[in-house]
């Protein structure tokens, strides 16, 4: 089945600052790879995803690169500030169902 | 908006109990999702449905059970519960068969004694 793994698991960056998430997986037959944000006694919600026919997609200050050859993406979040704290995961889909693996989960904190 | 909604927040059982945990969506939605949530390990897929009386087991199935009797209700039931089985339980649903985005519960934080 499909692996995903993530990194790192926390992260802590300056308001203003640029903050990188990565992800890698496994399964080739992937194509649909969507990122949660987490806040604090809250389910997780969509906040960005990319499809496998799309190299690159922006969202104001978030944007997520995928390489299918390295089968790895990221999450890029620029100018953070205090409400992008929260925990953020990555998934990877191969569209059964809509069933999607997550990855491990980063915690990140923006300080002032 | 989509509504997920959870029974309970907080649950508190005995080691050998049977737990059912509810949950419920409003917007017609035919997949739903079960998973738990623990600390360096993600979400990890317990159960999902894509149609009413229809599951598949995810990749931590041992242990508990579904049912999905309504298309709106999806339940999880923890048949004979453990102290291993002390997490936050999610529950999500989805669009299908193009849908992808998953729409979450607010979670249960179960705990077993």
């Known amino acids: 089945g499909e692996n995903v793994e993530q990194h790192p698991s926390t992260l802590s960056v300056q308001e203003g600052d640029s903050a990188v998430i990565k992800c890698t997986y496994s399964?080739?037959?992937?194509?649909?790879f969507p990122w949660y944000k987490q806040e604090l006694g809250k389910g997780p919600q969509l906040i960005i995803d990319?499809?496998?026919?799309?190299g690159e997609k922006k969202d104001q200050r978030i944007a997520v690169t995928l390489n299918k050859t390295a089968k790895h993406f990221s999450l890029h979040i620029t100018e953070t500030q205090p409400e992008d704290s929260a925990v953020y995961f990555c998934?990877?889909?191969?569209?059964?169902?809509?069933?999607?693996?997550f990855g491990t989960g980063t915690r990140l904190q923006v300080t002032l | 908006d989509v509504k997920v909604t959870q029974s309970s927040r907080y649950l508190v059982k005995r080691t050998g109990e049977k737990v059912f945990l509810e949950c419920v969506q409003d917007?017609?939605?035919?997949?739903m999702f079960w998973y738990r949530q623990d600390p360096g390990l993600g979400l990890r897929l317990i159960y999902f449905?894509?149609?009413?009386?229809?599951?598949e087991k995810g990749d931590i199935p041992e242990g508990y059970s579904v049912s999905r009797e309504k298309k709106e209700r999806f339940s999880l039931i923890l048949e004979s519960a453990s102290t291993n089985q002390t997490s936050m339980y999610l529950c999500?649903?989805?669009?299908?068969?193009?849908?992808?985005?998953?729409?979450f519960g607010p979670g249960t934080r179960l705990t077993v004694t």
């Open positions: 917007m017609d939605h035919e997949n």
């Open positions: 999500a649903s989805s669009l299908s068969p193009s849908g992808y985005e998953q729409y």
């Open positions: 990319i499809r496998s026919n799309v």
């Open positions: 998934a990877a889909s191969t569209g059964t169902a809509s069933k999607l693996t």
């Open positions: 449905s894509y149609d009413v009386k229809m599951k």
């Open positions: 399964d080739s037959a992937s194509n649909y």
